[in-house]
């Protein structure tokens, strides 16, 4: 099966900064666009940001300019670069990642265990 497996939460003051990574491993034939969710207490999941395979990538507002979402194909991974953290990006960060296994046909959306980020004023 397949596992994703995040990494690079932790506490940080506002204006810090913070890299999460998320790295996909198992059977794996191919994995097509990757992202970045989060969920605040009390809220619902929210997209922060996506990259395709082709590395286009896409930004949900509140982030835009501050967060930048890499990946590394040969790594199967993921990364989010946060900078100028505010209090307001407080949330459990998911890793998601859309992939082709050898073990059934299609493409299904994957998830990783989450990472707690918090940023204290």
């Known amino acids: 099966q397949v596992q994703l497996v995040e990494s690079g939460g932790g506490l940080v003051q506002t204006g810090g900064s913070l890299r999460l990574s998320c790295a996909a491993s198992g059977s794996i034939v191919s994995i097509n666009t990757m992202a970045w969710y989060r969920q605040a207490p009390g809220k619902q999941r929210e997209l922060v940001a996506t990259?395709?395979?082709?590395?286009?990538?896409d930004y949900v507002g509140s982030v835009k300019g501050r967060f930048t979402i890499s990946r590394d194909n040969a790594k199967n991974s993921v990364y989010l670069q946060m900078n100028s953290l505010k209090p307001e990006d407080t949330a459990v960060y998911y890793c998601?990642?859309?992939?082709?296994?050898?073990?059934?046909?299609?493409?299904?959306?994957?998830w990783g265990q989450g990472t707690q980020v918090t940023v204290s004023s």
């Open positions: 990259i395709t395979s082709g590395g286009s990538t």
């Open positions: 998601n990642a859309n992939i082709w296994t050898v073990t059934r046909p299609g493409k299904y959306d994957y």
